[in-house]
């Protein structure tokens, strides 16, 4: 069975600091990763996604992840985080085929001091 | 594109009521609707999914009974949460997908109360 792992309950970063959140999956081929945004009391919202190819992947707010196959990770960079990211991340995998479930991590909740 | 709905964004309900959620997709044809549940400060588990003019596949140990959803038609999934308990009370969020895709759309999410 596939599993994400995050290992970061909660991180603190400074406006304008770089960021980075780590992820790693269990999976037995290579999974298709995604990085999701939830802002509180809100729905999810895409930040990027890997399926294959150049595995640095770039995405949404400046946003983008490095699909790393030998350590099992998905990390998300960000170089100068804004005030207005302090959110809840999210990593998730899903197996390859359409429509198969997405499985989450525990996410990380990110919080930005001016 | 690719927008999915939610309705009702909040809902209090009494204990032992009934309590429809409704997710919508709004401009593609969703063949395949997840539904998913959030503690709070938790992450989203699976409870179940749907596709199209089939029954839906639950997760072990969600109860269907219970939890009954519906997927009716291309746009339209229904969860209801049927004698409600306070511990139903939870975010429940539904995603869609449409044939041959692999990326998930995310409604907002529906905030249950029961009291």
């Known amino acids: 069975a596939q599993s994400v792992t995050q290992p970061d309950i909660h991180i603190t970063v400074s406006e304008g600091a770089s960021l980075e959140l780590r992820c790693n999956y269990s999976?037995?081929?290579?999974?298709?990763l995604f990085w999701y945004v939830q802002s509180p009391g809100q729905g999810l919202q895409l930040l990027l996604k890997y399926f294959s190819g150049d595995t640095l992947v770039q995405g949404i707010k400046g946003f983008e992840a490095e699909f790393k196959r030998s350590q099992s990770s998905f990390n998300l960079r960000k170089p100068s985080v804004h005030w207005s990211d302090a959110a809840e991340y999210f990593c998730?995998?899903?197996?390859?085929?359409?429509?198969?479930?997405?499985?989450f991590g525990t996410g990380t909740r990110l919080q930005v001091t001016l | 594109g690719a927008v999915v709905s939610q309705h009702p964004s909040r809902v209090i309900c009494k204990s032992g009521t009934s309590v429809k959620i409704e997710c919508r997709s709004l401009d593609f044809q969703a063949t395949t609707m997840f539904w998913y549940r959030q503690f709070p400060k938790k992450s989203l588990m699976l409870m179940a999914t749907s596709n199209e003019g089939s029954k839906a596949t639950y997760e072990q140990g969600v109860e269907k009974d219970k939890f009954l959803i519906n997927h009716a038609s291309l746009t339209l999934s229904t969860l209801t949460v049927t004698s409600a308990h306070p511990e139903d009370s939870s975010f429940y969020i539904c995603?869609?997908?449409?044939?041959?895709?692999?990326?998930?759309?995310f409604g907002p999410g529906t905030r249950l109360t029961v009291t």
């Open positions: 998730a995998v899903q197996r390859g085929g359409t429509a198969s479930k997405l499985t």
């Open positions: 999976y037995g081929a290579t999974p298709y």
């Open positions: 995603s869609a997908t449409s044939q041959g895709t692999y990326e998930q759309y």
